[in-house]
């Protein structure tokens, strides 16, 4: 139960965090004048990317010697790994439960 509890708070923390982002990169593209387009595609994809930048960054440069690259060599091969197994189940079930929603044959 206690795991429950930390599960949901951090989903909470996480939230809240997300929300927080959002808001301070809107603001900032509206202080350094900027479109939408361009605080979309870069401020929040910057924003978004650095995490998984900087963690192998940091574990390499400041680690403790071979586990210190091997953390950091596991981050960097593991998160598109990750992403792209997550995307083909996410593909996979989406075609298995909309299968029957359109007629066999493509539609000009």
Known sequence: MENLAILIVSLGLILVGAELFVNGIEWLGKKWNL??????????????????TLIPIIAIVFGAGKAGHEIGIGAILGAPLMLSTLAMFVTGVAVVAFRRRRSRGAKW
């Open 35 to 52: 479109s939408e387009g361009a605080v979309g595609s870069v401020l929040a994809a910057v924003g978004t990317a650095l995490p998984e």
